[in-house]
């Protein structure tokens, strides 16, 4: 079996690797299907939330469900991209399907909130393979030239969920009981019949030739990377209610600290076995997509947070409209991205696109923060989300494709989900922050807005008004403003618990939507500067041509090549000599510049 292998590998290209479009389209459906569960889980919950933690007696603890699910999906993340590289990928994606799958069935039988948050915890374990390995995959079938043709498809699934999401999630959450289960307990049942599908097609159609090598398993390097990113991640998510600077909060700052240090320590040690290579920073341009990624994913998620929130205190919607209304942001990515992915496919060109999308969403969010407030219409507000989704478009593939053609393809699996797992702790941290931002201005700016707005004859008559004075539910708001508290102390609820805006009467809800949108405009200045900030960073990348050459091809070419440098010695003129030396290394040279640049020496 060994005597073959040589004999078959120096010709892959054509026979062994080589994949028509349809075998792609085929894996592809597969992939989409997996990515699919996560990206529709991160929308479907959010919507449902709250009906879930009422039902199970634990609204205080529902921040534990998101966070629980955050850190194993994050933490799980590089561990699938370095254990894909040693043993493949197939395995991998479908061990991660399995344990999402099983983590949402668990999900419906939970009686509290703590064990929901258990049973996320699980379901992340699972949802940290099913993004990252599927961009390696794709990685491992298409070449970087061609990738960028199949980007639209992702695009369009996460477009799909995330429209989908909110509408799915709020009708379950809407029901009693379907088919004898409690509603809510079908969102995550949901994700039962859809995994059972991906699991059937990826076991069919994924195959995709592996070699293992030797190597050491990274246990250190992983537990770790986990005492540095989990109290980090919990402090993200609970900060706001500690306190950023209370003893708790400081707790995690530093064993974070000291878990990353060590981290950094164990890898180095650990060499070409770490989880994440430390040489792979030392490529310039691996090291600068990956701080990028974490400052596009801060901007991003941070600032796009803020708008579905402005559709349903602002503007009255409920979370299922809100999803709805997020329609023109979905449709100016996949457009975008579309677009961006066919022009880099025919001229093998990239930088432009991270380049203009940084500065087309730093401007839309410029914008939001100018001119979108609570009179603003929804035609303009439109077309400013438009315009945010054709910048996002334009960056959220190319940045991995960046990172995906600056590594060998050995490294595929965990340089790309090394990008992914930026991101996320980019997200993770500008949510963190710019609730956080937002938490500590609203209350005064809707304080404002009732000392300006109890000027006005509209607000004075309604205080006035007869109706307005016996319907309970104004009657906290005229309290209010009859005996203010300090700092407007009313204004600190709307984000935990806006729902008594919609019953208010219009004229006295007018200055907590009007206070909302004024504390929205400073976080979205803010993310209009942390994307220009990556706008700056983006002509700091190397172009370097995109290689043409699948990540199976090139591995394949990379293999026969050592198999005929093997060979060498026994040739005469490999005696040691300078000459010799620069014919033995000529094979790979000229692979290298088939495959379409150089890539890095891995010593």
Known sequence: MTDTQPQVRPQPAAEDSGLTHRQIMTIMYGLMAGMFLAALDQTIVSTAIRTISDDLHGLSQQAWATTAYLITSTIATPLYGKLSDLYGRRPFYLAAITIFVVGSAACTFSTSM????????????????????????????VAPRERARYQGYFLAVFGTSSVLGPLVGGFFAGQDEILGIAGWRWVFLVNVPVGVVALLVVGKVLRIPHTRRPHRIDWFGAITLAMGVVPLLIVAEQGREWGWGSGVSLACYLIGAVGVVSWILVERRMGEDALIPMRLFSDRIFSLASLIGVIFGMAMFGGFMLIPQYFQIVKGASPTKAGLLMIPVMVGM????????????????????????????AIAMGLFALYVDAGTSLVTTSMFMVLLGIGLGQCMQTLILVVQNAVPPRDMGVATSAATFFRQMGATAGTAVFLSVLFSNVSGEIAKAFTRDAQTPAFKAALSDPAVLADPANGPVIEMVRNPGPGGAQGSGVLSDSSFIQHLDPRLAAPFKEGFSEAMHLVFLIAACVMAVAFVLVFFIKEVPLRTMSGLEAKAAEEAERAAGAEAPREPAATGTGTAARTETSPEQEARRAAGRRWPEND
């Open 114 to 141: 703590y064990e929901l948050a258990g049973f996320r915890a699980l379901q992340g374990l699972g949802a940290g393979g099913l993004m990252s390995l599927a961009f390696a995959i794709i990685g491992d079938v």
């Open 334 to 361: 996949m457009g975008s991205s579309i677009l961006s992915g066919q022009i880099t496919s025919k001229t093998g060109r990239y930088k432009i696109f991270p380049i203009l999308g940084t500065g087309i969403a």
